[in-house]
């Protein structure tokens, strides 16, 4: 018994000179967060232990060879004999035995660990997928909410201006007699006008009218004002007293005066002034009318200047005297040629007092240009 307990105090007196750690419990299985690295942990700490009882038998069965030596000539001698299974290595693989089956029993304890912790990642996920639903309802419900209140509100303000504008409905109700009796004035207003200057209604409503004027000229005027077309003109009411008349480009090209366009006063003298004017110029808008369809010509009446375009490269600029046709003859004022101004000294018909048919019957058969 001695001798045992002398050889276990070599031994471990042996293995601290090898490495004193194995001696020792460790503890770093503790350390560990997962199942997996637990396993990995108690494989490798497995495999550690069987090493170690290897060399421990090992060691021990020298000890005992070397106790029953009497000499060393006995040990170079002695042939080595079986050893059998009652000593070491007997509890050996005892021990081996019960390690392999609570190594099993482990493995069987992990392999349910993990799919116990899987089942509960599992429940997690969904959880968690629910929660965010919930927030995700909740969130709906407030935006819900809002949007009522906003209607809610929206519907607060239109009843206001509802209101408001029945109260506004019925002021201008109140007007509509006014308006109509105003309407009837103006439509006897206008069939008296219209005896005196040939103008036309053509429509009338609150804020102004249209009308179609074909002015007759003086007994003793040799304009030929039938040629002309008839003029659309436009009065418009503001609401600070005054009226503007306005001309529709498309039905004539002469223009309103700049000082008659917008006045103050009585109505019937402006459209007598816009008939006098219109009237003055009957002789040229009704040569214009006439000469657009054989040129391509643009009239421009607040510069009083004629454009004629030649050609794609070709543009001629005729000034127009005021009072023509009566006083002042036509001027050529330039001519351009893709975009290059040409000498037009020479350019002169055989009657320099022409009118602007004769102008552009000359331009257009000029082959100097």
Same mark, same amino acid.
């Given at each position: ?47 550690? =232990?069987?090493?170690? $009882? ?8 020298? &000890? ?5 030596? /009497?000499? @060393? /000539? ?8 079986? =050893? ?21 029993? &482990? ?101 102004? &009218? ?6 007759? @000229? ?18 418009? $009411? ?13 039905? +004539?090209? $002469?223009? &309103? ?32 009318? +006439? ?7 643009? $009239? ?20 127009? @005297? ?32 022409? +009118? ?7 331009? +257009? ?5």
């Amino acid at each position: 018994m001695s001798a045992n307990l002398a050889t276990m105090s070599e031994v471990e007196t042996v293995l601290q000179r090898c490495d004193s750690a194995l001696l020792l419990p460790s503890d770093e299985g503790d350390e560990l967060e997962s199942a997996g690295e637990k396993l990995l942990f108690l494989q490798d700490k497995r495999r550690v =232990q069987k090493v170690l $009882w290897r060399q421990l038998f090992v060691l021990d069965s020298m &000890m005992c060879e070397l106790e029953g030596l /009497q000499s @060393p /000539q006995q040990f170079l001698t002695q042939t080595s004999a079986p =050893q059998t299974e009652s000593g070491a290595r007997g509890r050996w693989k005892a021990l081996k035995g019960d390690c392999r089956r609570v190594t099993e029993q &482990m493995e069987e304890l992990l392999a349910t660990l993990l799919q116990n912790i899987e089942t509960i990642n599992d429940k997690r996920q969904k959880v968690t997928q629910l929660l965010q639903q919930l927030q995700a309802k909740k969130q709906q419900s407030e935006d819900t909410q809002r949007c009522v209140e906003k209607t809610r509100k929206a519907l607060q303000a239109c009843d206001g201006q509802l209101n408001r504008l029945r109260v506004e409905l019925e002021a201008q109700l109140r007007h509509v007699d006014g308006w109509q009796r105003s309407k009837e004035f103006f439509q006897t207003y206008a069939a008296a006008v219209h005896e005196m200057a040939q103008v036309h209604l053509l429509s009338f409503n609150q804020s102004g &009218m249209t009308l179609e004027l074909r002015p007759r @000229p003086p007994a003793n005027s040799n304009r030929l004002s039938n040629q002309v077309e008839p003029l659309k003109l436009s009065v418009i $009411w503001n609401p600070d007293g005054h009226f503007t008349l306005e001309v529709d480009p498309a039905s +004539s090209p $002469w223009q &309103m005066p700049e000082d008659a366009s917008s006045r103050c006063g009585d109505i019937s003298a402006a459209l007598l002034d816009a008939v006098d004017n219109f009237l003055g110029q009957a002789g040229l808008l009704a040569e214009i009318q +006439s000469l657009r369809n054989s040129f391509a010509i643009d $009239w421009h009446p607040a510069q009083r200047l004629l454009v004629y375009l030649k050609s794609a490269s070709i543009l001629c600029n005729l000034e127009v @005297p005021e009072g023509y046709p009566d006083s002042g003859p036509v001027q050529l004022r330039e001519v351009q040629r893709d975009g290059q101004v040409l000498n037009i000294d020479t350019l002169q018909p055989q009657n320099p007092d022409g +009118s602007l048919t004769e102008w552009l019957m000359f331009l +257009s058969n000029n082959p100097l240009i």
